[in-house]
């Protein structure tokens, strides 16, 4: 069993930033970082291995957000600049009961509770 607490989420005008975190109780191969807006379905943000460091991001975040994890604290970052009016949702913290990193929800088994993200213009 995996239990996720994710923080950091807020408002902030469009051009500003936010640190999301997210500590993990349990063991994990992988932590990923999703993302639901009103209406719309969940997405794949970024993804990091715990060993490896391999990454994955969506193609709307690239440049602007990074995954970073501090394996000793157990804890993953998203760090998001130059956040976009579309970048507002819900972001959740993820791992998969496995050991791969996918984009797809349906991949992972234990989730946060999430914290939302507002961005103004």
């Known amino acids: 069993q995996v239990q996720l607490v994710e923080s950091g989420g807020g408002s902030v005008q469009a051009g500003g930033s936010l640190r999301l975190s997210c500590v993990a109780s349990?063991?994990?191969?992988?932590m990923a970082w999703f993302r639901q807006a009103p209406g719309k379905e969940r997405e794949g943000v970024a993804g990091?291995?715990?060993?490896?460091?391999?990454?994955y991001y969506a193609d709307s975040v690239k440049g602007r957000f990074t995954i970073s994890r501090d394996n000793a604290k157990n804890t993953v970052y998203l760090q998001m600049n130059s956040l976009k009016p579309e970048d507002t949702a819900m972001y959740y913290c993820?791992?998969?009961?496995?050991?791969?990193?996918?984009?797809?929800?349906?991949?992972?088994?234990?989730w946060g509770q999430g914290t939302q993200v507002t961005v103004s213009s």
């Open positions: 349990g063991k994990s191969y992988c």
């Open positions: 990091i291995y715990t060993y490896g460091g391999s990454i």
């Open positions: 993820a791992a998969p009961a496995g050991y791969v990193c996918s984009h797809s929800p349906g991949a992972y088994e234990y």
